[in-house]
């Protein structure tokens, strides 16, 4: 019964693949073998990273058999040591550097002047 309905379905693919080959152009032929391709590509690289996803589940479902430390010998799940840079000397109180305050302004040099492209210079 298996390789009837096997035999049958087989058929019923290559028949459809031909009527509908036939009907269409050129380019839409070429979409197709396209994304069928592409589709084809896929699958290798699907499967290894289900294969090496499903490897990291597996480590931690040996429970006590893996020892838990990383690729580099370093324990897993411990912090990295922290290291604080002071740049230069502390300012004093009340001090700021000339970056940090507003620029200085005069009312004339406040506003703003704009250049439109393309418009005619008089």
């Not at 290798?44 to 294969?51: A, D, E, Y």
């Not at 499903?54 to 010998?73: A, D, I, T, V």
Request: aromatic share 8%; proline share 8%; with cysteine.
């Amino acid at each position: 019964m298996r390789k009837i309905v096997g035999v049958t379905g087989l058929a019923f693919v290559v028949t459809l693949a031909v009527v509908i080959g036939n009907r269409m152009s050129v380019e839409a032929m070429a979409v197709v073998v396209g994304v069928v391709c592409g589709v084809a590509a896929c699958i290798p690289v699907s499967l290894l990273l289900i294969f090496v996803l499903n490897r990291g589940s597996r480590k931690e479902q040996l429970g006590e058999e893996w020892s838990g430390y990383g690729p580099h010998g370093a324990r897993q799940g411990a912090y990295p040591p922290v290291v604080v840079i002071q740049g230069g000397t502390p300012a004093p109180s009340g001090f700021l550097p000339p970056y940090y305050s507003a620029p200085i302004t005069s009312p004339e040099t406040a506003q703003r002047q704009f250049h439109i492209v393309g418009e005619q210079d008089d």
